[in-house]
């Protein structure tokens, strides 16, 4: 059974940082796409970044250049590195295997999304 666990939301300040992780279950993380994804509220879900089975990586203009995806397959963890936060990085963020990434497209993966963390950025 797939299932993508995320974790390392919470309440940070302006500028701060936090890591979210997401373990995965059912399959190997180097073996499908991996994204992370955000939802604010009152807003539509938006894919932030993933880091496909070739070990390539893209991420969405808003956050290019202060998140950083990657991951641990002894662990079979997907982390999301987040510096410089700022206020409007405030939503909950999630996991989830990912049809298409950075030039990777699966005909067939396993469909599943974590619960959720909610990450928010207040002074």
């Known amino acids: 059974q797939v299932q993508l666990v995320e974790s390392g939301g919470g309440l940070v300040q302006p500028g701060g940082s936090l890591r979210l992780s997401c373990v995965v279950s059912?399959?190997?993380?180097?073996?499908?796409?991996v994204g992370w994804f955000r939802q604010a509220p009152g807003q539509e879900r938006v894919k932030i970044s993933c880091l496909n089975s070739d070990s390539n990586t893209d991420y969405h203009y808003s956050v290019k250049g202060r998140f950083t995806i990657s991951r641990d397959i002894d662990k079979n963890t997907v982390y999301l590195q987040m510096n410089s936060l700022k206020p409007e990085d405030t939503a909950v963020y999630y996991c989830?295997?990912?049809?298409?990434?950075?030039?990777?497209?699966?005909?067939?993966?396993?469909?599943?999304w974590g619960q959720g963390t909610l990450v928010t950025v207040s002074a």
């Open positions: 059912g399959f190997t993380v180097d073996r499908y796409n």
């Open positions: 989830a295997t990912d049809q298409f990434c950075a030039g990777i497209y699966h005909i067939r993966y396993p469909e599943a």
